[in-house]
């Protein structure tokens, strides 16, 4: 038993003084002188010893009635806890958006805030973590304003991370009584960890664990995966929608691409179970930002629309490093390109991570430091063209091929040979013949490089099978190579017809596609070909959100990183004050579309420091029993009154 004023209970010790005093009033005696009157005597001797008795029982009675009224007063209880400490109470909400996934009664983040705020306690302190914030001593009406305020976001966070954050929280409340509370569907991507190194974290945690899975009874989910374009033609695009079923097989399902509220396009079709499909879809070629839509009630709405933003067509940015006059420029016309010719020596290499096609010929002159950034370059996608001189020699020329790891040359050849083969499947040549041409003029050489080089697609052979132009893939972008040089004296490349469709869809080919869209949580990069002025910055912007992203400024362009903002799938676009730069899609995460959940059973099973519920009203109504502790203050209320009336009753009839 358990006192919630002990302090009360000294009281007790005053119980002595009565004892005191009729103990000593039992030590006088009385003299009375009688004669000849024995019986009377014995008579009084017989009231003397019955009114003792009455005297101990009235004592005894009274002593217990007010040793009750005292016990009374300290308001005793029964509590299976220290009463001594408090309470406080740990809960983690997921606001994931797999949380917008429908039960029963609508969405299950709504309902579980609905039925949070009707179960939890009034004891003690609360604290609340969700995926967003952390908010701690909470009283009950303030934990339910708090609730009222939470919404859907795009982050998610592994329980490996809540334990950490719930055990810093625990650790400044080392006094109290700690329960902790996870409220989630527990989609795998929440869980971070193996199952295994899981249950060792959880036997780490000091409080009482208790998992609450809240699942919807929908269990097939479509979702449109990604999209990429195929071809571009004048009026028009072909694209390929990724579309992702989890699930039954299912018909008649209708993807559509609007323009804010106008249809442009539209296709059937059907999908099979657990089944990844690719939709080709035709839209106009002069639309800007379009949205995908499939019309399906499914686990997961919010993945079932895609966003995507086209770039304006801008001229493509060539640059030319030769000391020569060279051919090119009657191929890279003013209306389609952006053709700079400059002396390799005098470049400065801060334009080459502006340029699309960085062509140099002659690389016998390609110093160190421009190797070094000429690899960056094609580390960030760019595409690089590699015509030698018939002054190069190879073991000058190597020392960058190895840079690359495309393999070696291994010696220069003077003797005439003939260009012989075209390989049609090449993208650089692809559609380019209606059919394979088999009397073509072809062209010759009087002077080539042969060589040993890897992984290497041939775009033009010769006789001997060795390549003429190959292309190498280099990290995300490409370096071609050409075996022969292009001087009159060398070779007769520069006057056949092959020159222009080769070269020129090259430079097509190198032009920096901006991406379709982004997603909303990650690390974006987004590249502006923007020319800032001095003191300004780009902020991104839509109806609802403005905000200014960490930029990087280059000469000629700005590089935007995104992370945390935004938080919505949408549009939005990139501005310089009033003016829009370029307009950009995001869209959520497709982690958060999976059907792979946690089996909240393999873990509490196994460890007793953790207990699951099946509804939140089961695992708060727990808590509250714990919480509570059974109070005797009446009980001994009653024997108070029960001793009280006792006494009355010695006192009158005995």
Not at 73 to 93: G, M, V
Request: zero cysteines; aromatic letters at 10%.
């Amino acid at each position: 038993m358990q006192f919630k004023h002990p302090e009360i209970l000294y009281a007790l010790f005053a119980l002595l003084i009565p004892i005191l005093i009729h103990l000593f009033q039992l030590q006088r005696f009385t003299k009375v002188s009688f004669t000849n009157v024995s019986f009377l005597k014995q008579i009084e001797l017989q009231t003397r010893k019955s009114s003792r008795l009455k005297k101990w029982l009235v004592l005894t009675v009274r002593l217990l009635a007010f040793a009750a009224i005292i016990i009374a007063f300290a308001q005793p209880f029964f509590s299976e806890n220290d009463s001594s400490k408090s309470w406080h109470t740990l809960i983690y909400l997921d606001n994931s958006l797999s949380m917008q996934a429908k039960g029963e009664r609508g969405e299950i983040l709504k309902r579980t805030i609905q039925d949070l705020a009707v179960a939890i306690t009034d004891t003690g302190t609360h604290s609340l973590i969700t995926n967003d914030q952390v908010v701690t001593d909470l009283t009950k009406d303030a934990l339910k304003e708090l609730l009222k305020k939470i919404d859907y976001v795009s982050t998610q966070v592994a329980i490996k991370t809540v334990l950490l954050q719930s055990k810093q929280l625990q650790d400044k409340h080392l006094n109290k009584h700690q329960n902790l509370f996870l409220l989630s569907d527990f989609q795998k991507p929440l869980v971070e960890e193996k199952t295994r190194e899981l249950k060792n974290v959880l036997d780490k945690q000091k409080s009482k664990i208790n998992f609450i899975q809240l699942a919807s009874k929908i269990e097939t989910n479509i979702s449109i995966d990604s999209v990429s374009v195929i071809d571009n033609n004048l009026d028009s695009r072909n694209i390929s929608v990724f579309i992702k079923n989890q699930g039954v097989a299912i018909e008649n399902l209708s993807l559509t691409a609007y323009q804010e509220q106008t249809i442009i396009a539209k296709t059937s079709f059907a999908i099979a179970e657990n089944e990844t499909k690719t939709i080709q879809l035709r839209i106009p070629n002069n639309l800007t930002n379009v949205k995908l839509q499939i019309d399906y009630l499914d686990r997961f709405t919010y993945d079932n629309s895609y966003y995507i933003s086209f770039q304006n067509k801008r001229r493509i940015k060539v640059l030319l490093l030769t000391k020569e006059n060279t051919f090119l420029e009657r191929i890279y016309t003013k209306d389609e390109f952006d053709f700079t010719k400059k002396n390799i020596n005098e470049v400065g290499y801060d334009i080459i991570d502006t340029q699309d096609l960085v062509i140099i010929e002659g690389i016998s002159k390609i110093t160190t430091s421009l190797q070094n950034t000429l690899l960056t370059y094609l580390e960030n996608g760019g595409h690089l063209v590699l015509l030698p001189t018939k002054s190069d020699q190879v073991e000058k020329m190597n020392p960058f091929f190895n840079r690359l790891r495309i393999g070696q040359l291994q010696n220069k050849r003077t003797d005439s040979l003939h260009m012989t083969k075209i390989h049609y499947a090449h993208p650089i040549l692809r559609n380019v013949f209606e059919k394979e041409v088999k009397n073509f003029q072809y062209p010759k050489v009087n002077t080539y490089f042969e060589g040993s080089l890897r992984h290497s697609q041939p775009i033009l052979s010769f006789e001997n099978q060795q390549a003429f132009i190959t292309s190498f893939a280099m990290s995300k972008g490409l370096v071609y190579w050409a075996a022969a040089p292009f001087d009159k004296k060398s070779s007769n490349f520069t006057k056949a017809p092959l020159i222009v469709p080769v070269f020129y869809n090259i430079a097509k080919n190198s032009l920096k596609q901006a991406q379709l869209s982004y997603r909303v949580g990650v690390e974006n990069q987004v590249v502006i070909p923007y020319k800032l002025q001095n003191d300004a910055v780009l902020h991104i912007k839509n109806a609802q959100v403005d905000f200014i992203p960490r930029q990087e400024i280059h000469p000629e362009t700005v590089r935007l990183f995104t992370s945390n903002d935004p938080q919505t799938a949408g549009f939005y676009q990139v501005k310089d004050k009033e003016e829009i730069i370029q307009n950009i899609a995001y869209n959520y995460p497709k982690e958060e579309s999976n059907l792979d959940f946690l089996d909240i059973a393999s873990l509490t099973n196994s460890n007793a420091n953790t207990q699951s519920y099946d509804t939140i009203k089961d695992a708060f109504s727990n808590l509250s029993k714990e919480q509570s502790s059974t109070a005797y203050f009446k009980w001994f209320v009653l024997v108070a009154i029960l001793f009280l009336l006792t006494e009355i009753l010695l006192l009158k009839y005995l």
